[in-house]
């Protein structure tokens, strides 16, 4: 490495230190954040297992300018551990001094990325195939399309009102395409002109989460270039973390002319223009579980109910925690791709099993990775006889 | 040079893991770190030399009394911590020593028939409240941190908090009888089973508000509380000086004594009732709950209030049927600390007054000009204030520039409870909330002398010989 990338390399670790430390002067470590934090929940105890004894952790490894291998690679664990629920934000906001705690873990993963420490081992590999074939699951482009088997789905063209963009996770899990396939046929109900992406890459959202900006950026630049080429105006995710990328960590001037949304929110709508009216009486106990990306980081907390309470038949119950203080699943963050030995339950099994005490028979989401987390938690709780997990799409699709 | 001897970490691990199951030991550097700092740190980062050899998290009075005999006979520092958020320096140490962390010592058995409650230390106070509002009983403790701290330290305070004293009285009022383990190892049984209370010398005393010197509290016996029916009100005015006043008719009119009286500024009500939805109120305001057996009681109680709090003429004094609206006026009481906070891009400063009822009106002046005549306060401007009006008690709060050096930050802490213990001294007064001790221990030998801080250090020595126990509390 040249001297110029040396200390080129130094001023953006040293920047990365100064805006963490920054951030981090709002925290009085009063710790109204933690019993908020799912992540401490399922510890077995540590204060430095969640919220703001986390970001402690990375404050004073910067501050000692710690270079102990082991030391940083215990704060890797506790950094990259985080499912980024924001739930620790929103207890700082309403409770205490509005710390960005999130900013500075994001930060502080950056920077472990630059001391290469970062990110978890499991993740490496996302990364690379990230980087590889514009996916975090080394998927061929061929892999991708092949959800679209049987289906008359067009690319998307000037000539074509929304871009339904898929994301990476329904064309690789099985279990997952049938969201995509739901929604596919939810919005030709409805008569929308709608394309997909030809060569479409991920967002970019496990990259930011992992702490890999340059990546993120280069990901960012090809989107933007495409949405451009292409002349997208709008948008709709399949994926809440997708849509949240989009939406506010892409540039805003570039994003500016496309106007994008969760397909749960596009479906809302159509709902209540009655372009899309569900037949099938559905008599089932259901219960929805808020996915942070759209709940916590976008206030969409009524438009999925809305569409729920519009089928025929169904008793939406709800979480003891739900909406804002709704629990995640556990997969935010970048955390699909890494396991923690030091958690001693799964928060996606602690959400079945309370599902389960309600009397509910399904629970719905409406994020491919709260599906796969949900799904793994009913096999945990041994109730797959009993409770079944949909996705809104596909739900809503079986209910047409 | 420190009394206590300088050990290895890794040597003390060792020995008490022949004692101790090696889940209850945290060597982790983080964790240790988390276990060492306090609401203040903003002001004073810790060194490397204070972060503590190791955190224990017992799981029974066994391990506890373990791990003391093993301290008290190789003479090591023990801090006990719950939740760590003691707002006068009591969770902040300045030796070398193992952390007692007590949030596994958390039993619960609610024994009706008995009538009372024993449940452990290390309980948040919320979940104690929460398991009781189940089965219908009230909890006396009602901190601002409720949903973090932890209810052993609110014992060892003997705080009921943000309560009216005369009406709810203090934890003290409400405990049978404990178990502690002494700093020597010993266990020791206090108190009765029976809801009579122990008649002369009762060793449940020492340790509830012993701002754990003597031992460390390891189970609790609560008499239960059946839950009440509640009634409200409020009153606005221009002016806080007649709010003042009317809380001391309150007092001299024998009125009912709420269970809650909260008074907020002009500048702190408007910004929290703002955030809340609530019409701008045009100045400060008090606000109070009243409970009862009956509504009718709770509601007589109130009307009661609100006839003596007229006598003021306030702008406005009412009681208040609608319960959303109460909800919201009780969370813009609730939210005032960290919107005011946020307003201001800073970190808080909060002290506590305490006055008498003759010196209320005085009192309330000298806290809204508590900067005055002190640098780094004046710097800021006067202070927000609100606080528990009822229980004589205001919380003076100093929004502090983030981006002020950490030196400076200090220097606002340092002014802010010289000035407080001037104006406690001043009325006779003394905390009433937090600690007697940590940072506020030159307070205390002013206002007591230093033969009552020697006895106290007697008293500690006699439970605690080598003076392992929270020794930096006595500071």
Redesign the interface.
Same mark, same amino acid.
């Given at each position: 490495m040249s001297e110029g990338h040396e200390m080129q390399d130094q001023d953006t670790k040293e920047q990365l230190k100064k805006d963490i430390l920054d951030i981090l &002067?709002?925290?009085? *470590?009063?710790?109204?954040c933690?019993?908020s934090c799912p992540r401490f929940d399922i510890t %077995? =105890?540590?204060?430095?297992q969640g919220a703001s =004894?986390i970001t402690? &952790?990375l404050y004073? &490894?910067i501050?000692?300018r710690v270079t102990d291998k082991g030391?940083l690679t215990?704060?890797r664990d506790?950094l990259y551990s985080c499912m980024t629920c924001k739930n620790c934000e929103i207890a700082c906001? *309403?409770?205490? %001094? =509005?710390t960005k705690l999130i900013d500075a873990i994001e930060r502080g993963r950056e920077l472990l990325i630059e001391e290469m420490i970062g990110p978890m081992p499991e993740q490496k590999r996302a990364l690379e195939s990230l980087y590889n074939y514009g996916n975090p699951y080394g998927m061929s482009s061929l892999k991708r399309k092949s959800w679209l088997k049987g289906l008359n789905v067009t690319s998307f063209s000037k000539e074509v009102e929304v871009l339904f963009y898929v994301g990476c996770t329904a064309p690789n899990d099985f279990n997952v395409q049938n969201i995509a396939k739901g929604l596919v046929q939810l919005l030709e109900k409805a008569q929308i002109r709608f394309g997909i992406l030809e060569d479409e890459i991920c967002c970019g959202y496990p990259s930011l989460k992992m702490g890999e900006r340059g990546l993120f950026e280069e990901i960012c630049e090809k989107n933007l270039k495409q949405f451009k080429s292409l002349g997208v105006k709008r948008m709709v995710t399949l994926s809440p973390h997708c849509f949240d990328t989009f939406l506010s960590r892409y540039p805003q001037e570039a994003m500016k002319e496309i106007k994008v949304q969760h397909y749960s929110q596009f479906l809302a709508d159509l709902i209540n223009e009655k372009r899309i009216v569900f037949q099938k009486n559905t008599a089932k106990k259901v219960m929805y579980q808020d996915s942070c990306y759209l709940g916590r980081y976008n206030n969409i907390y009524d438009e999925p109910r809305r569409i729920l309470k519009s089928i025929p038949g169904l008793e939406l119950l709800e979480f003891r925690k739900c909406k804002a203080d709704s629990l995640c699943c556990g997969g935010g963050g970048g955390r699909m791709w890494a396991d923690f030995d030091t958690e001693v339950d799964r928060l996606a099994h602690m959400r079945v099993k309370e599902a389960c005490e309600m009397g509910a028979e399904i629970i719905v989401t409406a994020c491919p990775w709260c599906l796969i987390n949900m799904v793994d938690g009913v096999k945990l709780a041994n109730v797959e006889d009993s409770m079944k997990i949909r996705d809104l799409a596909e739900f809503c699709a079986d209910a047409l | 040079m420190s009394e206590y001897p300088e050990y290895d970490p890794g040597s003390i691990y060792e020995d008490l893991r022949k004692v101790l199951p090696e889940e209850v030991l945290s060597r982790s550097l983080f964790e240790r770190i988390n276990n060492a700092l306090d609401p203040y740190t903003f002001a004073s980062d810790i060194s490397q030399e204070e972060v503590p050899y190791l955190v224990v998290r017992p799981r029974s009075t066994v391990e506890v009394s373990e791990l003391m005999k093993y301290a008290h006979s190789n003479r090591i520092p023990v801090f006990v911590r719950g939740s760590g958020t003691s707002l006068q320096g009591a969770s902040r140490y300045f030796h070398k020593g193992i952390v007692l962390n007590v949030s596994k010592l958390n039993h619960l058995d609610i024994m009706k028939d008995y009538g009372f409650v024993e449940f452990g230390p290390g309980h948040r106070v919320l979940h104690v409240k929460e398991q009781l509002e189940k089965e219908g009983y009230f909890l006396p403790l009602v901190p601002g941190s409720i949903r973090v701290a932890s209810i052993g330290g609110i014992i060892s305070n003997n705080t009921t908090a943000h309560a009216v004293d005369s009406c709810m009285g203090k934890p003290r009022d409400y405990i049978l009888g404990l178990e502690a383990v002494l700093p020597t190892g010993e266990v020791l049984q206090t108190g009765t089973k029976s809801l009579r209370r122990a008649a002369g010398t009762d060793l449940t005393h020492y340790f509830v508000g012993g701002d754990g010197l003597l031992g460390i509290i390891t189970s609790i016996r609560m008499r239960l509380l059946p839950g009440f029916k509640n009634a409200y009100g409020v009153a606005f005015s221009d002016d806080p000086i007649p709010l003042a006043r009317a809380v001391q008719r309150v007092y001299l009119e024998k009125a009912p004594p709420p269970l809650f009286l909260e008074f907020l500024d002009k500048r702190v009500a408007q910004i929290s009732f703002e955030i809340q939805g609530l019409p701008s109120p045009p100045g400060p305001l008090i606000m109070f709950h009243a409970i009862g057996q009956t509504e009718e009681e709770a509601t007589f109680k109130i009307n009661q209030l609100v006839k003596v709090i007229n006598k003021e003429s306030p702008i406005e004094a009412k009681r208040i049927d609608d319960l959303d609206e109460w909800r919201k006026i009780w969370l813009a009481r609730e939210s005032a600390l960290p919107f005011i906070c946020q307003a201001g891009k800073g970190v808080f400063g909060l002290s506590e007054i305490v006055s008498t009822v003759p010196s209320l009106v005085d009192c309330l002046k000298d806290a809204m000009n508590m900067s005055k005549g002190m640098p780094t306060l004046e710097k800021i401007g006067k202070p927000y204030l609100f606080g528990h009006i009822g229980a004589l008690t205001f919380h003076p709060v100093f929004i502090i520039p983030v981006d002020w050096p950490p030196e400076e930050k200090g220097k606002v802490l340092d002014e802010m409870f010289l000035r407080e213990a001037e104006i406690n001294t001043k009325y006779g007064t003394c905390g009433g909330e937090w600690g007697q001790f940590a940072r506020r221990t030159p307070f205390y030998i002013k206002r007591y002398g230093e033969k009552a801080f020697q006895l106290v250090r007697e008293v500690k020595k006699v439970f605690d010989p080598n003076n392992i126990l929270n020794p930096d509390v006595l500071r």
């Amino acid at each position: 490495m040249s001297e110029g990338h040396e200390m080129q390399d130094q001023d953006t670790k040293e920047q990365l230190k100064k805006d963490i430390l920054d951030i981090l &002067a709002y925290c009085i *470590n009063c710790r109204f954040c933690l019993p908020s934090c799912p992540r401490f929940d399922i510890t %077995t =105890g540590d204060i430095s297992q969640g919220a703001s =004894g986390i970001t402690r &952790a990375l404050y004073y &490894a910067i501050k000692w300018r710690v270079t102990d291998k082991g030391i940083l690679t215990e704060l890797r664990d506790v950094l990259y551990s985080c499912m980024t629920c924001k739930n620790c934000e929103i207890a700082c906001k *309403n409770l205490s %001094t =509005g710390t960005k705690l999130i900013d500075a873990i994001e930060r502080g993963r950056e920077l472990l990325i630059e001391e290469m420490i970062g990110p978890m081992p499991e993740q490496k590999r996302a990364l690379e195939s990230l980087y590889n074939y514009g996916n975090p699951y080394g998927m061929s482009s061929l892999k991708r399309k092949s959800w679209l088997k049987g289906l008359n789905v067009t690319s998307f063209s000037k000539e074509v009102e929304v871009l339904f963009y898929v994301g990476c996770t329904a064309p690789n899990d099985f279990n997952v395409q049938n969201i995509a396939k739901g929604l596919v046929q939810l919005l030709e109900k409805a008569q929308i002109r709608f394309g997909i992406l030809e060569d479409e890459i991920c967002c970019g959202y496990p990259s930011l989460k992992m702490g890999e900006r340059g990546l993120f950026e280069e990901i960012c630049e090809k989107n933007l270039k495409q949405f451009k080429s292409l002349g997208v105006k709008r948008m709709v995710t399949l994926s809440p973390h997708c849509f949240d990328t989009f939406l506010s960590r892409y540039p805003q001037e570039a994003m500016k002319e496309i106007k994008v949304q969760h397909y749960s929110q596009f479906l809302a709508d159509l709902i209540n223009e009655k372009r899309i009216v569900f037949q099938k009486n559905t008599a089932k106990k259901v219960m929805y579980q808020d996915s942070c990306y759209l709940g916590r980081y976008n206030n969409i907390y009524d438009e999925p109910r809305r569409i729920l309470k519009s089928i025929p038949g169904l008793e939406l119950l709800e979480f003891r925690k739900c909406k804002a203080d709704s629990l995640c699943c556990g997969g935010g963050g970048g955390r699909m791709w890494a396991d923690f030995d030091t958690e001693v339950d799964r928060l996606a099994h602690m959400r079945v099993k309370e599902a389960c005490e309600m009397g509910a028979e399904i629970i719905v989401t409406a994020c491919p990775w709260c599906l796969i987390n949900m799904v793994d938690g009913v096999k945990l709780a041994n109730v797959e006889d009993s409770m079944k997990i949909r996705d809104l799409a596909e739900f809503c699709a079986d209910a047409l | 040079m420190s009394e206590y001897p300088e050990y290895d970490p890794g040597s003390i691990y060792e020995d008490l893991r022949k004692v101790l199951p090696e889940e209850v030991l945290s060597r982790s550097l983080f964790e240790r770190i988390n276990n060492a700092l306090d609401p203040y740190t903003f002001a004073s980062d810790i060194s490397q030399e204070e972060v503590p050899y190791l955190v224990v998290r017992p799981r029974s009075t066994v391990e506890v009394s373990e791990l003391m005999k093993y301290a008290h006979s190789n003479r090591i520092p023990v801090f006990v911590r719950g939740s760590g958020t003691s707002l006068q320096g009591a969770s902040r140490y300045f030796h070398k020593g193992i952390v007692l962390n007590v949030s596994k010592l958390n039993h619960l058995d609610i024994m009706k028939d008995y009538g009372f409650v024993e449940f452990g230390p290390g309980h948040r106070v919320l979940h104690v409240k929460e398991q009781l509002e189940k089965e219908g009983y009230f909890l006396p403790l009602v901190p601002g941190s409720i949903r973090v701290a932890s209810i052993g330290g609110i014992i060892s305070n003997n705080t009921t908090a943000h309560a009216v004293d005369s009406c709810m009285g203090k934890p003290r009022d409400y405990i049978l009888g404990l178990e502690a383990v002494l700093p020597t190892g010993e266990v020791l049984q206090t108190g009765t089973k029976s809801l009579r209370r122990a008649a002369g010398t009762d060793l449940t005393h020492y340790f509830v508000g012993g701002d754990g010197l003597l031992g460390i509290i390891t189970s609790i016996r609560m008499r239960l509380l059946p839950g009440f029916k509640n009634a409200y009100g409020v009153a606005f005015s221009d002016d806080p000086i007649p709010l003042a006043r009317a809380v001391q008719r309150v007092y001299l009119e024998k009125a009912p004594p709420p269970l809650f009286l909260e008074f907020l500024d002009k500048r702190v009500a408007q910004i929290s009732f703002e955030i809340q939805g609530l019409p701008s109120p045009p100045g400060p305001l008090i606000m109070f709950h009243a409970i009862g057996q009956t509504e009718e009681e709770a509601t007589f109680k109130i009307n009661q209030l609100v006839k003596v709090i007229n006598k003021e003429s306030p702008i406005e004094a009412k009681r208040i049927d609608d319960l959303d609206e109460w909800r919201k006026i009780w969370l813009a009481r609730e939210s005032a600390l960290p919107f005011i906070c946020q307003a201001g891009k800073g970190v808080f400063g909060l002290s506590e007054i305490v006055s008498t009822v003759p010196s209320l009106v005085d009192c309330l002046k000298d806290a809204m000009n508590m900067s005055k005549g002190m640098p780094t306060l004046e710097k800021i401007g006067k202070p927000y204030l609100f606080g528990h009006i009822g229980a004589l008690t205001f919380h003076p709060v100093f929004i502090i520039p983030v981006d002020w050096p950490p030196e400076e930050k200090g220097k606002v802490l340092d002014e802010m409870f010289l000035r407080e213990a001037e104006i406690n001294t001043k009325y006779g007064t003394c905390g009433g909330e937090w600690g007697q001790f940590a940072r506020r221990t030159p307070f205390y030998i002013k206002r007591y002398g230093e033969k009552a801080f020697q006895l106290v250090r007697e008293v500690k020595k006699v439970f605690d010989p080598n003076n392992i126990l929270n020794p930096d509390v006595l500071r």
